[in-house]
């Protein structure tokens, strides 16, 4: 086969591979039929120009979850192959996973404390209803948000999740953040708190995403800045949070005004509970992850391979402060 044809092999696979182009508009561009284009693409196959890869979800990256288990003291984490995904699609294979993973995690007759945000939600929504599970009690880690997507809209995601588990739904109608000490106490001192309160402190199980803070947001995360920079602006302020609860990079759940006014589980509580999953993707969450798996409370991680590649490199760089 001579250049250009070569050539013309490649363009043709290019306008199908990576412009998306149909059959149909490549054969009206060199005025050849559909057929003499499908043709084309296979001889492209055969000669090496295109290469398709099958990536499988459930095959996990052991070697690197053994590598982040040992690095931080964790029982388990799963990191899912990334693949080339969109960042929406890549939390969603990675959420299926931990769906996987909690089905046979999960006994009946427990509790299971979820919190609000995109990986939480998706994890609710995705998990299947036909199960073995039954008498769940499902209660929420946090207040109400401000924010009216459906995926901080927690009370609800927990009604329709404890049906799924045959179980039952506690509500949390305070407000995650309030305006004073003195209006956290009163919200805190009621008689309907009381419920949520005890759970906190007898939890099975949980399910929590790991959130970028806004200080941290502002960078345009750590592809467009050096998370190094990040550390130096911040080394001891809030780098992520877990259950809106903010931490530092050294693993500990700041002692700030935000904290002290959030209604919500407290670290202790959390590290009390049998068994918390953590969920996050994403080259944001990086610096976040490594601050939350210094926190002692996370017992599995549920990750995708590139996020926990950068995880790694950024530990053993090591330019983190411990």
């Known amino acids: 086969m001579d250049n250009t044809a070569l050539q013309k092999l490649v363009e043709v696979s290019r306008m199908y591979y990576e412009q998306e182009m149909t059959q149909e508009s490549i054969a009206s561009v060199f005025k050849i039929s559909r057929s003499a284009v499908s043709m084309m693409l296979t001889e ?41 995904y969109t960042e929406e699609t890549q939390l969603r294979v990675t959420v299926s996973q931990a769906v996987r993973f909690a089905r046979e995690l999960f006994t009946s007759h427990s509790t299971v404390g979820v919190a609000w945000g995109i990986a939480c939600h998706s994890f609710m929504e995705y998990f299947p209803k036909e199960t073995n599970l ?22 609800d995601t927990v009604r329709c999740f404890a049906r799924k588990l045959h179980g039952h739904p ?39 995403g790991i959130g970028c803070v806004k200080d941290y947001q502002e960078f345009g995360g750590i592809e467009d800045v050096s998370p190094l920079e990040v550390i130096k602006k911040f080394p001891d302020s809030a780098i992520g949070d877990i259950c809106a609860r903010r931490i530092d990079i050294h693993g500990n759940f700041i002692d700030n005004d935000f904290n ?20 996050a993707t994403g080259p944001r969450k990086i610096l976040p992850i490594v601050a939350a798996l210094r926190t002692g409370t996370i017992d599995c991680l549920v990750t995708d391979e590139k996020t926990a590649g950068g995880v790694l490199s ?9």
Request: hydrophobic share 40%; proline share 5%; glycine share 6%.
């Open 134 to 155: 039954c008498d769940i009690s499902v209660v929420p880690l946090v207040g109400m948000s401000t924010a009216l997507t459906n995926e901080f809209r927690l009370n």
């Open 260 to 279: 002290r006014k959030l209604i919500g589980i407290t670290g202790d509580e959390l590290k009390a509970a049998r068994y918390v999953m953590a969920i």
């Open 170 to 208: 506690y509500y949390l109608y305070a407000p995650g953040f309030v305006e004073t000490l003195q209006d956290r106490e009163r919200i805190a001192e009621s008689s309907y708190m009381r419920p949520i309160y005890d759970l906190w402190k007898h939890l099975d199980y949980a399910v929590v």
């Open 314 to 322: 950024l530990v053993e760089s090591g330019q983190l402060p411990d």
């Open 44 to 84: 492209a196959k055969n000669c090496g120009i295109i290469h398709i890869e099958v990536t499988d979800p459930s095959s996990n990256n052991e070697e690197i979850g053994s590598r982040i288990c040992d690095m931080f003291g964790i029982p388990k984490c799963i990191v899912v192959p990334s693949g080339s």
